[in-house]
T-cell receptor, first 115, second 110 residues
Framework: NAGVMQNPRHLVRRRGQEARLRCSPV?????VYWYRQLPEEGLKFMVY????????ESGMPKERFSAEFPKEGPSILRIQQVVRGDSAAYFC?????????????FGDGTRLSIL | SQQGEEDPQALSIQEGENATMNCSYK?????LQWYRQNSGRGLVHLIL?????REKHSGRLRVTLDTSKKSSSLLITASRAADTASYFC??????????FGAGTTVTVRA
């Protein structure tokens, strides 16, 4: 069984461009979470999605960031008009159930660098 | 703010020695999990301990939880070079949102 697949692994953008990060969850998992990791820090929760629904986006910046998890295809984290401060590693995780204590399966992340 | 704080920030040990790292958190939790992150990779779930448990074992891993002190420890026995990684504790209050600390970087010297 394939784990969580994220692509691209590395993404370089210039300030003002758009970044699109993709995440395919573990087969059979319908719950997807996005986290951001700054250098030397732990992961910070951004958003939780189920198929076609955003359940909790409390960790997402109010502007420029959006996420979706369509009925077909991967989950997408989109950052518009990127700025230097968006440089980070973005991790996607999935779970079969959203219950507390359910282990989340993580992808290898997308490392976003803003020039 | 981060819920979990790991201590120490970095740890260097000889192969075969034990490695112990601690995690403290601020608010009440349902569960505490430990994850490992190898350089350039995603997080791998190691072990989960529930708030009503005090100790749990999994292979060479031993986790303790003291809810009165709001702290947990992870012990890796008989360390190997492959254990070189960053280790994170993650807590959940009562939902799916995991709160991670900044991690402990463990280096196992051959």
């Amino acid at each position: 069984n394939a784990g969580v697949m994220q692509n691209p692994r590395h993404l370089v953008r210039r300030r003002g461009q758009e970044a699109r990060l993709r995440c395919s969850p573990v087969k059979g998992h319908s719950h997807v979470y996005w986290y951001r990791q700054l250098p030397e820090e732990g992961l910070k929760f951004m958003v939780y999605l189920q198929k076609e629904n955003i359940i909790d986006e409390s960790g997402m910046p109010k502007e420029r960031f959006s996420a979706e998890f369509p009925k077909e295809g991967p989950s997408i984290l989109r950052i518009q008009q990127v700025v230097r401060g968006d440089s980070a590693a973005y991790f996607c995780a999935s779970s079969e159930h959203p219950a507390p204590g359910e282990p989340q399966h993580f992808g290898d992340g997308t490392r976003l660098s803003i020039l | 703010s981060q819920q979990g704080e790991e201590d120490p920030q970095a740890l260097s040990i000889q192969e075969g020695e034990n490695a112990t790292m601690n995690c403290s958190y601020k608010t009440s939790i349902n569960n505490l999990q430990w994850y490992r992150q190898n350089s350039g990779r995603g997080l791998v779930h190691l072990i989960l301990i529930r708030s009503n448990e005090r100790e749990k074992h999994s292979g060479r891993l031993r986790v303790t939880l003291d809810t009165s002190k709001k702290s947990s420890s992870l012990l890796i026995t008989a360390s190997r070079a492959a254990d070189t990684a960053s280790y994170f504790c993650a807590t959940d209050a009562n939902d799916y949102k995991l709160s991670f600390g900044a991690g402990t970087t463990v280096t196992v010297r051959a």
